[in-house]
């Protein structure tokens, strides 16, 4: 093996083991949900150097309604013990536009830097940067990156649920909407798109929770469907050859969860491949449902974020995720009554 070609394998084993946790690396699982000091919903999960972090949401323990305000941060070394940050960012009080409805959040790494993506008001798509993956997060703009009025957007309902995709090329794209896919191309500073909104085609019963991953050269978009096509909402996937469509079904990934919504992440982890959701299994036990069945509704406000193990089919299609549920530690965790 020449010099040269010695030098181009190290570089891609090492951006390779950078982009995807330690590479030979196989991380057992500790049991569901693996977040349980807050509730927490819509976990976007990313692998930055060795580090897996966890962006969801943050549903309040006092909540009627989906009245989200801030996002934590958690970071894992091993899938089993997850840390809370703290709180990165409040775009309710850390930015001047932002009035309410703090929910399912994003994060991508540039150049050395963390661009969080956001919705609030049901309406208005922020971008937040930081120097780490945690935060302190802040707002660079000081005005929505893209909003459900800026020209060629499609959404007749909320305009919700950022998933940001770097491809290899180096081209970033944002995704977002509910029921129609919208998708922007973000410029190299990633706070800025070039005009054009692109619509995604083919995603068959889309609803809401967009996510793009790429695996062995095909694009897969995975996505909550229903809850208007007469079933409850699944997570489901369709795939295409290229970033923006036109994408093809594929199948159904995770089946309905007790929470009402469903939303989730798929991410490469050492040498496995994860799907990140949320259940309200912590919730219906803290809330004691079977005792008072008029709190059940609640629990779908209080949900908490799940990780179980994903494989993929020879052919490159996904294979159903069957959840696992840890009632022990369920009940061990019983501090958000
Ligand atoms: O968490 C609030 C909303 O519920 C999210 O934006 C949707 O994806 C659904 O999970």
């Known amino acids: 093996m020449n010099t040269f ?15 995807c946790g330690q590479s030979g690396k196989h991380y057992e699982l500790g049991g569901n949900p693996v977040i349980t000091n807050i509730y927490t919903a819509d976990p976007s999960a990313r692998v930055f150097a060795d580090t897996l972090y966890v962006y969801p ?98 959404c007749d309902r909320d305009f919700i649920d950022p998933c940001v995709f770097i491809d290899d090329d180096g081209q970033a794209y944002l995704f977002v909407g509910q029921n129609t896919v919208c998708c922007i191309k973000l410029n190299e500073d990633m706070i800025s798109y ?62 309905p969860v007790n929470s009402g919504t469903n939303h989730h992440s798929i991410v490469r982890y050492g040498d496995d ?19 008072h069945p008029e709190l059940r509704r609640r629990t779908g406000l209080r949900r908490s974020v799940c990780v179980d193990r994903l494989f993929y089919n020879p052919d490159g299609t996904i294979q159903k995720v069957i959840p696992t549920v840890d009632s022990l530690k369920i009940r061990t965790n019983t501090v958000l009554k």
Request: with cysteine.
């Open 5 to 19: 070609f010695k030098g181009a394998v190290l570089a891609l084993a090492l951006l390779l083991s950078a982009s």
């Open 57 to 154: 949401s943050h549903d309040r323990t006092d909540a009627t309604s989906f009245s989200m305000e801030d996002y934590h941060v958690f970071s894992t070394v091993d899938m089993v013990n997850f840390v809370d940050h703290g709180v990165a960012f409040n775009p309710l009080t850390e930015t001047v536009w932002a009035t309410e409805a703090a929910w399912a959040p994003d994060c991508i790494e540039r150049n050395g830097k963390y661009y969080l993506y956001y919705p609030t008001d049901k309406k208005y798509i922020g971008v937040a940067v930081s120097d780490r993956p945690t935060g302190p997060f802040h707002d660079p703009l000081g005005h929505p990156l893209l909003s459900i009025d800026s020209p060629g957007v499609i």
């Open 194 to 255: 070039d005009g054009e909104v692109h619509i995604i085609e083919g995603v068959h019963e889309f609803f809401e929770a967009v996510w793009v991953h790429k695996y062995n050269g095909k694009y897969y978009m995975s996505y909550s469907n229903g809850p208007f096509f007469g079933h409850e909402p699944e997570i489901a996937y369709c795939m295409a050859d290229n970033p923006l469509g036109p994408y093809e079904f594929k199948g159904v990934v995770l089946d």
């Open 273 to 291: 491949w994860f799907l990140f959701y949320h259940t309200a299994d912590l919730s219906l036990y803290n809330l004691d449902v079977e005792h």
